[in-house]
């Protein structure tokens, strides 16, 4: 069994698959609550016991701290390099990277996109980071899921609504390009942003400049967002990015592009705004549209273990380090 524990920014995801990479469990825990984040391992016994684990990969903020998957024994500091613009308030997400790094299950962290990353194309390198390792899982989960419809050699772009709003393209099996501007909570700072971050050391900047903090909305609003022209403006967001992308899947994947996977929670919003629907219609000029499931992220760093522990030298691109494994026994 191989399992993927996703940090992200509403909750905890936990998924299992088999040997076949089928998706065998899944669940989700509030990480405004630490006491219950503290039971992830305990559920997780529960349901499939500890024991049949054989490897466990953990995703944690923006992973850009590590360019290779890594064993969680070896990662220093979580594998980020600071929480600078990332103040999540509750700690939930370091309450079980530590337990699951404290325990007895075999586990790897992976990275996230930034300019560490060989696999991107040049001009990607511009920004220090551009995602989450969360982002990374979730694009591997779409890879094993429709490779029967593009294959590993196809080019697809995927895009991501949810607490975040990003695009990431893959080319031969392999991150090519990631583009992200703005989402409900993440957003790059501006002058305004920059001016008001020097006045407080720069604390949580990049949690100040998404859609709902620019209108002066609680942060757990993202929790159930029910504005339509809030959803409106997330679809404006993930339109740009999908296109963003596009000249560069016609420049770099072989037979342009062959698909575009949508993915996060409010890409299945259908009221007050059919999010979902409207990003489908605007993207099937480009190529096929498909949806993903819930817990993609949490599915892909499941399937992230798999390739580790059957012999993988990299993931989309990312090389896998000198990780010990026991060959998925």
Not at 149 to 162: K, L, N, P
Request: net charge negative; glycine share 10%; hydrophobic share 40%.
């Amino acid at each position: 069994m191989y399992v993927g524990i996703d940090h992200s920014t509403t909750g905890i995801k936990v998924a299992g698959v088999g040997d076949d990479g089928e998706l065998t469990t899944a669940f989700r825990i509030d990480r405004r609550n630490v006491d219950t984040a503290e039971s992830v391992l305990e559920k997780l016994d529960e349901r499939i016991g500890l024991s049949e684990v054989s490897l466990a990969t953990i995703t944690y903020a923006f992973g850009d701290a590590i360019a290779t998957v890594e064993g969680i024994e070896q990662v220093p500091n979580r594998g980020v390099t600071d929480l600078v613009g990332l103040d999540y308030g509750t700690g939930a997400g370091a309450t079980v990277f530590d337990r699951l790094r404290d325990s007895d299950v075999p586990a790897v962290v992976l990275p996230g996109v930034h300019r560490g990353l060989d696999t991107l194309h040049e001009f990607f390198r511009h920004y220090s980071t551009l995602a989450g390792a969360d982002k990374v899982a979730s694009i591997r989960y779409a890879l094993e899921r429709f490779a029967s419809e593009f294959g590993h050699s196809g080019t697809f772009i995927w895009v991501c609504a949810s607490s975040s709003c990003m695009a990431g393209l893959v080319c031969d099996g392999r991150l090519k390009g990631f583009f992200h501007w703005v989402g409900p909570v993440h957003g790059w700072p501006d002058p305004e942003a920059i001016r008001r971050g020097v006045e407080s050391d720069f604390e949580n900047v990049f949690m100040q400049c998404g859609l709902v903090p620019r209108r002066g909305d609680d942060l757990t609003e993202v929790h159930d967002i029910s504005d339509p022209d809030l959803l409106e403006s997330v679809y404006w967001s993930a339109i740009q990015n999908v296109y963003a992308l596009y000249p560069f899947a016609r420049e770099l994947g072989a037979d342009g592009l062959d698909a575009v996977v949508l993915s996060g929670r409010l890409m299945r919003r259908e009221q007050p705004f059919p999010l979902g629907r409207r990003v489908y219609e605007s993207c099937l000029d480009l190529a096929p549209v498909r949806f993903a499931e819930p817990y993609t992220s949490a599915q892909g760093a499941a399937l992230v273990a798999k390739d580790v522990a059957t012999g993988a030298d990299h993931v989309l691109g990312i090389p896998v380090g000198d990780v010990p494994v026991d060959g998925g026994q």
